[in-house]
């Protein structure tokens, strides 16, 4: 059994992360374990947050073409709003993963040819995806609210292109309203 949800119909066709909800239509979880359906029958302190992370047997991956995450799915559970930004985490549903390849990208592009240069992009839940152009090789690094001083440490002696790209957490909130 893959799949650690609680009272799972088919645990050997996906991991739990990639479990999804009948209640609210979030991975990870079950209907049981659901915060919208949780009467209190379930020990979610000591259950949801302490459970194995059981991997897929192989004989069991996903088989579908050009499928991006096999180890997490089987065939039959495989969906086609798997992506490539899915991870072993889970499926990629608020877009996150997608926005912070972007949001790489874009500022990749801002420090391009610039040596000297750096930039960042506010990432969403406190963290900063941070490059720096020194001598033609792009540093990338990811920093999260705490820790300023290492920030101003990889900065330190480059100049910063303020031009800035939507935050990852505007451009969720986006797709959620489209």
């Known amino acids: 059994m893959a799949c650690q949800v609680y009272k799972c119909r088919f645990p050997d066709t996906h991991i739990t992360s990639y479990h ?4 609210c239509g979030d991975t990870g979880h079950g ?4 915060s919208r359906n949780n009467k209190g ?8 947050f302490f459970r194995p992370m059981v991997q897929l047997k192989k004989e069991n991956y996903c088989t579908i073409q050009n499928c991006f995450t096999p180890s997490t799915h089987s065939a039959s559970a495989h969906q086609k709003s798997f992506g490539k930004y899915d991870t072993i985490e889970g499926p990629d549903i608020y877009g996150i993963g997608k926005t912070a390849a972007e949001g790489k990208e874009h500022i990749i592009k801002l420090i391009s040819g610039k040596k000297g240069t750096c ?3 506010y990432w969403g839940f406190a963290h900063f995806i941070c490059a720096r152009n020194n ?11 705490g820790s300023e001083e290492d920030l101003r440490q990889f ?9 800035r790209p939507r ?3 505007q451009m969720v909130y986006k797709n959620l309203l489209i």
């Open 135 to 145: 001598n033609g090789n792009i540093e990338v690094n990811a920093f999260s609210d």
């Open 119 to 121: 930039a960042r992009i």
């Open 155 to 163: 900065f330190k002696g480059y100049i910063e292109i303020t031009e």
């Open 41 to 48: 029958s379930y020990d979610l302190e000591n259950k949801l």
């Open 167 to 169: 935050s990852a957490v």
């Open 20 to 23: 999804k909800c009948g209640e």
């Open 31 to 34: 209907r049981y374990e659901c």
